[in-house]
């Protein structure tokens, strides 16, 4: 009795991690990006960060829950007041990470380009910090591409950075879609960069939101149907699709 307590208490314990180790990990955080589940996308960052201190993850995995990290901090930041500190906390904790990357790999395009990324999530939690850090995003950014031009994630990090600074200090929507345009031809040449990865995805729809805001909504509905091509019944592209231009 005690031996089939023990098994059952073991395959309990191998259920709840069986999501995280078992799937495929970025077809889950993919799915959640859909689904707008970022309980399910919290819960695997938190249970790769768990296996990460273990010391068992490889180069390759430890940059890909930064990428995760990375997407979870952007959308805490996006709630405002409401996950203020959690996006503090966890832009803390994917800092760490980054930190330990640059020690094993040192400063690559890559690094760089999340420099960037994690500067400007700074001036996202505190505002008033944009005119004392703003250009040290910027300088992490051209660091980047100048290390490497052909890094998708370092010509997101510099389209983002060029969409999002105001044009009184240097920001241009053209210039960011030429960077994002770039990132995206280069991902499309990867199926894995490009099939059910919500980078990608994010991608397509952030090019799209710009042309919305020019009113080019030919242009526009082209990227959406490019989302529905990759992912048929996205309900959150459709109601844009029904809605554009009015």
């Not at 819960?43 to 993850?57: C, K, M, R, T, Y």
């Not at 996006?78 to 400063?107: C, F, H, P, Q």
């Amino acid at each position: 009795m005690k031996n089939i307590k023990l098994i059952l208490i073991f395959l309990l314990a191998f259920s709840v991690a069986l999501p995280v180790s078992a799937e495929n990990v970025s077809k889950i955080i993919y799915n959640s990006y859909i689904n707008k589940d970022m309980t399910r996308w919290k819960a695997v960052i938190d249970s790769l960060q768990n296996e990460q201190e273990l010391g068992s993850f490889t180069i390759e995995q430890k940059w890909q829950l930064l990428e995760y990290q990375y997407g979870y901090i952007a959308w805490a930041i996006s709630k405002k007041k409401t996950m203020k500190r959690e996006a503090d906390d966890y832009l803390d904790l994917a800092k760490d990470n980054l930190s330990k990357m640059v020690e094993i790999n040192g400063k690559t395009a890559l690094s760089n380009a999340y420099n960037a990324a994690f500067v400007a999530y700074e001036i996202g939690i505190t505002p008033f910090k944009a005119p004392f850090i703003g250009l040290k995003c910027m300088k992490y950014g051209e660091t980047a591409l100048k290390q490497d031009s052909l890094n998708y994630f370092a010509l997101i990090q510099y389209g983002n950075i060029m969409n999002y600074m105001p044009v009184a200090f240097g920001g241009s929507k053209t210039k960011a879609l030429d960077n994002y345009k770039k990132a995206k031809e280069l991902m499309r040449k990867k199926e894995s960069l490009y099939k059910d990865n919500w980078l990608y995805m994010n991608l397509i729809l952030t090019i799209a939101d710009i042309y919305k805001n020019k009113k080019d909504y030919e242009t526009t509905k082209q990227y959406y149907l490019e989302a529905l091509e990759l992912e048929p019944g996205y309900k959150f592209v459709e109601e844009l699709m029904e809605n554009l231009g009015k």
